[in-house]
T-cell receptor
């Protein structure tokens, strides 16, 4: 069982609000990821981090931003939410082992279901 | 273009029956392939992982196979249970990526009826 947590689990907000989705893990993993997933669709990588003070944009363009001030914490922020941001947001982390010891397995949090009205 | 295609898109079976889910990929260079189970409203959980040299991997009632030559994988579920109802996602990792870049399929939505 992965020790990775996301809050809130569900969020319904109005357009224009600023929101922060929280993600934390207690496994000491350096690599962390944010994915966006629409119903019936594949996960799309929107942000990732190799470690503290390291953040990069992923494959899917996103208006969100992330920060990595502490190893265990990787919050995602939307400055001004819009209905197009309605989606499920999944946070994940990966162990620090290098190949061949690493399995590349990413451990996922339970997700945040965001609805912007 | 690196892609992962899964079939069928959805599947309904009766409790106790077996089923097989398919995954085709074009990811290159290939590192490993995983099957994840995602319950509704939850994050994916890893079921199996196979590297290039592995042909089959079991995890309880789940058995995954891999044919690296044809770039195909399957997930066989034996004696299905109601709790098997979920989306099953095929995920392929490319070799040599320090990011650990993963390519996700859209999943097969499995429903098990009593």
């Amino acid at each position: 069982e992965a020790d990775i947590y996301q809050t809130p689990r569900y969020l319904v907000i109005g357009t224009g609000k600023k929101i922060t989705l929280e993600c934390s893990q207690t496994m000491g993993h350096d690599k962390m990821y944010w994915y966006q997933q629409d119903p019936g669709m594949e996960l799309h990588l929107i942000h990732y981090s190799y470690g503290v003070n390291s953040t990069e944009k992923g494959d899917l363009s996103s208006e969100s931003t992330v920060s990595r001030i502490r190893t265990e914490h990787f919050p995602l922020t939307l400055e001004s939410a819009r209905p197009s941001h309605t989606s499920q947001y999944l946070c994940a982390s990966r162990d620090n082992k290098v190949a061949p010891a690493s399995t590349d397995t990413q451990y996922f949090g339970p997700g945040t279901r965001l609805t912007v009205l | 273009k690196n892609q992962v295609e899964q079939s069928p898109q959805s599947l309904i079976i009766l409790e106790g029956k077996n089923c097989t889910l398919q995954c085709n990929y074009t990811v290159s260079p290939f590192s490993n392939l995983r099957w994840y189970k995602q319950d509704t409203g939850r994050g994916p959980v890893s079921l199996t992982i196979m590297t290039f040299s592995e042909n089959t991997k079991s995890n309880g009632r789940y058995t995954a196979t891999l044919d690296a030559d044809t770039k195909q994988s399957s997930l066989h579920i034996t004696a299905s249970q109601l709790s098997d109802s979920a989306s099953y996602i095929c995920v392929v990792s490319d070799r040599g990526s320090t990011l650990g870049r993963l390519y996700f399929g859209r999943g097969t939505q499995l429903t098990v009826w009593p």
